[in-house]
């Protein structure tokens, strides 16, 4: 069974950082397309980042030069470090593996931006 879990939500002020984890199980993730994408209320969920089992990484507009997507393989673990934070940046994240046809999701963190 594979499980996707995040940790490491959570409220932090503007200009703070945050590291999001994506520990998974069931799959090894430097085979997978590993994402994290993110929803915030009333909107659709979007991309945020990405890293192939290449290695290659690509990031939203909106995000680059804050974030960066990592990948630790002997902890099967994904990582989203997360810089310079905006009120913008609040929504629930979400870890994301695909390699066609499977297409996994975590239960998703929350991140709040906020003064």
């Known amino acids: 069974q594979v499980q996707l879990v995040e940790s490491g939500g959570g409220l932090v002020q503007p200009g703070g950082s945050l590291r999001l984890s994506c520990a998974a199980s069931?799959?090894?993730?430097?085979?997978?397309?590993m994402g994290w994408y993110r929803q915030a209320p009333g909107r659709q969920r979007e991309l945020v980042a990405a890293?192939?089992?290449?290695?290659?990484?690509v990031y939203a507009d909106s995000v680059k030069g804050r974030f960066t997507i990592s990948r630790d393989n002997a902890k099967n673990t994904v990582y989203l470090q997360m810089n310079s934070l905006k009120p913008e940046d609040t929504a629930v994240y979400y870890c994301?593996?695909?390699?066609?046809?499977?297409?996994?999701w975590g239960q998703g963190t929350q991140v709040t931006v906020s003064s």
């Open positions: 994301n593996a695909k390699y066609d046809p499977d297409d996994y």
């Open positions: 069931g799959i090894i993730v430097r085979l997978y397309v």
């Open positions: 890293i192939t089992s290449a290695g290659s990484t």
